[in-house]
């Protein structure tokens, strides 16, 4: 599905209508900035792993995140990857 007014590397905002976590089955938002940059800062760092046990090693140019603000799924060209695998656990930030 494409739509005309999306930009090559921004998602459609319509998509958080009808997507949700696969795992929790909860609805999922844009991530805010804020906590963007933050998980941003924390790849860098090299202490962030996804579910697959990968360490992050890239930051994200934007993030689905769960409303319940604990999964988040990178965003990347524009198309959210909603695998179980690729998710992150956010609650590592606090730790």
């Given at each position: 599905m494409v739509f005309a007014d999306a930009g090559p590397a921004e998602m459609d905002k319509r998509l958080l209508d009808i997507i949700c976590c696969p795992a929790t089955h909860l609805p999922l938002?844009?991530?805010a900035a804020e906590r963007l940059s933050r998980l941003n800062a924390?790849?860098?760092g090299g202490g962030i792993r996804n579910q697959g046990e990968q360490v992050l090693s890239?930051?994200?140019a934007e993030a689905?995140?769960?409303n319940n603000g604990h999964f988040a799924y990178p965003?990347?060209?524009g198309i959210p990857?909603?695998?179980d695998h690729e998710?992150?656990?956010l609650r590592q930030l606090a730790t």
């Open positions: 938002e844009l991530l924390a790849i860098a890239e930051s994200l689905l995140v769960t965003v990347r060209d990857i909603l695998l998710c992150i656990d």
